[in-house]
């Protein structure tokens, strides 16, 4: 086949790769993506949209249990588990056919295989028809993630599940063990846990959400704990004895090994980058434990070769692909984009309350050197939370003392991480204190709980 000429091809259509191919296209460059299996990638089909359709339909579940308290009456509260899973996989299809729409009207060229670089500037796609070589100056690596696994704990589907498993699961669950509290495994074991399994979920680190606030953690832990889960910390699954519909899990804790019993086990230890069959080390791409190293602007050690999202490591998050892939096409274009910077990538979890944080956690600003002055606010004390029966939760801000910047922002409760964005505005702002204290915020709102919060830091809180 004749080579297919274009200023800039993108490897991989998730949320990283589909965005640069549209701003590249807006900027009119020629543009090609090559993706493998779905366009939309994990994110889309495989991850964050599904798990928040289906935790939506088990917060529903919990509310309907909750009746009650809101002068509601509902009996026989149930639920079908296949239709629950329909749904899901209904949202999923939707917004992954949106893609190829969205792709469509900006002209991008789709190109369905599997891709290699053999050289500089050339593209070779293994598709159904055979082979098709591309080439361009231009090239982004977006090929993601996919889940880590253990040896001795890997999925096989029956047993031991790998998200996907737990996303159209065979069953459900009576027993299940969750390897890893990071935010894949946290919003399963809420999912599961809010529908009625025997939740435990298991931590290598000394705390559950290991990578959000102390205090945030502490907090989630003893809501996990009050909803029936339980919580193992410096504990590691060292082997999983498989038997007929039950798998022995032998778990190291404090030195001594326990044994335990579920008919379920999800594996969410971390993820590793898509660098193989890519031909990246021949071309001089450098990796270090499966992600490929870039510099600010997403540049690898060979020119023209670009890497975005998860195959470019931490943090691993849909919004930050989409940035960084925005910020690649407009420098390709010849504009002056700024880096990406990640300390100002807010990180949700969406498991029973929600978790939200943008920045430094105190500790880690307080590493950092900075003297900081540290505000917190109670759901409790807010009468939107009160009146929607969301009365547990926080929100915590972090300042510098010296200057007022903004260092990090840390919330737990209802409708957090819709809540965070104010602060990621903020921050990248440049705000301090008194812009954020001088800043009117509508009554009745959650949102007031954040001006609350800046208010407490400065010794200045009204409702508490």
């Known amino acids: 086949m004749a080579t297919s000429n274009f200023d800039m091809i993108v490897i991989g259509a998730g949320p990283g790769g589909y965005v640069a191919a549209i701003r590249g296209a807006q900027l009119g460059l020629k543009v090609a993506v090559v993706e493998r299996e779905h366009l939309g990638g994990i ?6 949209i599904p798990t928040k359709a289906m935790l939506r339909s ?22 079908d588990l296949d239709a629950v899973v329909k749904r899901s996989r ?14 469509k009207k900006n002209k991008v060229t789709v190109v369905m295989g599997e891709a290699s670089v053999p050289a500089k500037g050339k593209v070779s796609v293994t598709t159904d028809k055979g082979t098709q070589e591309l080439s361009a100056p231009n090239i982004i690596l977006a090929t993601g993630a996919r889940a880590r696994e253990l040896p001795g704990l890997e999925a096989d589907g029956d047993l031991v599940w790998t998200y996907k498993h737990a996303l159209t699961p065979p069953r459900m669950p009576k027993k299940l063990l969750v390897i890893g509290s990071g935010a894949i495994g946290i919003e399963f074991a809420s999912f599961y846990n809010t529908l009625g399994s025997d939740t435990t979920v298991v931590e290598v680190m000394d705390r559950v959400l290991p990578v959000e606030d102390a205090e945030i953690s502490a907090f ?3 809501q996990f704990v009050k909803q029936g889960m339980t919580i ?27 044994k335990h019993d579920f008919d379920t086990v999800i ?43 998860d195959i470019a490591g931490a943090p691993w998050l849909a919004h930050k692909a989409s940035h960084e892939g925005v910020m690649v096409a407009e420098l390709i274009a ?16 969406y498991c029973q309350p929600q978790v939200a944080s943008v920045g430094y956690s105190e500790a880690k600003a307080k590493e950092l050197g900075y003297d900081v002055k540290v505000g917190r606010f109670p759901f409790v004390g807010n009468g939107k939370a009160i009146a929607l029966g969301e009365p547990e939760g926080m929100v915590k801000t972090v300042f510098d ?23 990621v505005v903020g921050r990248t702002l440049e705000t301090t204190e008194a812009e954020l204290m001088e800043t009117v915020f509508p009554h009745p709102t959650l949102s007031e709980m954040m001006h609350e919060s800046v208010l407490d830091a400065y010794g200045r809180a009204l409702h508490f």
């Open 220 to 222: 989630a832990k003893k």
């Open 267 to 309: 594996s969410a230890v971390g993820i590793v980058g898509n660098v193989e069959g890519l031909g990246l080390e021949a071309l001089g791409v450098k990796i270090d434990r499966t992600h490929v190293l870039t510099d600010a602007y997403c540049r690898t050690a060979v020119e023209g070769v670009f890497a975005i999202g």
């Open 334 to 349: 010849g504009q002056s984009p700024h880096p990406v910077k990640p300390e100002s990538i807010a990180g949700c979890t």
């Open 401 to 423: 003392a010296k200057t007022g910047e903004l260092l990090g922002a840390h919330m737990i409760g209802a409708e957090v991480t819709e809540l965070i964005q104010g602060y």
């Open 90 to 103: 209904g949202v999923a299809k939707q917004l992954s056919g949106g893609v190829g729409h969205l792709l």
């Open 58 to 79: 088990s917060e529903v579940f919990h509310l309907m249990h909750r009746a009650k308290e809101f002068g509601l009456k509902a009996n026989k509260i149930d639920y």
């Open 232 to 258: 193992k910390e410096k504990a590691m699954v060292k082997q999983l004895d498989r038997g007929k519909g039950k798998v022995t899990a032998h778990i190291e804790i404090g030195g001594k090994i326990e």
């Open 43 to 48: 994110c889309l089909n495989w991850g964050c």
